[in-house]
C-alpha cells in the first residue's frame, strides 16, 4: 500500500517520543533524577535522550576504533614493532610506511623499525592492521577529538605512541587474555 513505510516510520517516532517520558518516569521511580547516557548511569533502553556533551560523555565499547597508536612497551620503555611489515601489507589503503633498521657493517636486518609512517589522512580506520600484528604493537585508539585546522599527512609512530597501561585502560579485557596467552619476552627488541 503506498504510503505505508511512511506511516509505519512516523508510528516508529512517535513511540520513541512517548517512550521518552515512559523512560523518564522510571528512572525517577527508581531514583535516577533524569536518564542520561553518561559514564557510570543507567544507559536509556528506548526513548529519545540527549547527551550534554562535551560535558557529558558516552562510555566507548572497547572494540571502538579510531586511528592507530603503537604501543610503548613497559619492560623495554620502547616501541614494541619489530618491523616485520605484516600491518604495512595488510592495510588496504596503503597507507603505513616502514622501514627495517640494519646491522650497519652486515646490512642484516633488526628487529625495529628506522622509520615508521603512517598517512592518518587516508587510514579509514578498519582495524586490520591492529587484528594482523603478531606481537601486539599497534592497537586502536578510542580518542575521536582530533579535529584541526589543516589535515595532517604522515605522522610518525613515535608521534602515535601510547604507554602500554594506556591500551590496558581502553582495551581491558583484550588486553588481559593478550597478556595470558602471550610468551614472555616478545617484544620489538
Ligand atoms: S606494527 Fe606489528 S605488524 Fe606492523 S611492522 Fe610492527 S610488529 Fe609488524
Ligand atoms: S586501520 Fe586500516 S587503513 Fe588504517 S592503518 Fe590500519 S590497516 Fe590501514
Known sequence: MYGWG????????LYHFLMTYVEDFRAWIGGIRKRTATSGQEEPSSGIFTIQYPNERRDLPENYRNL???VIDAKTSQLRCTACGICAQICPVQCIWIERAKEPETGRPRRYPVTYYLDISLCMSCGFCAEFCPFDAIKMDHDFEIAAYRRPGFVSAKDLAKPESYDAKIHPSDYVS???SQPEGQTGE
Open 6 to 13: 511512511i506511516i509505519k516510520t512516523l508510528g516508529m517516532t
Open 68 to 70: 592507530p597508536f603503537f
Open 178 to 180: 593478550k597478556a595470558q
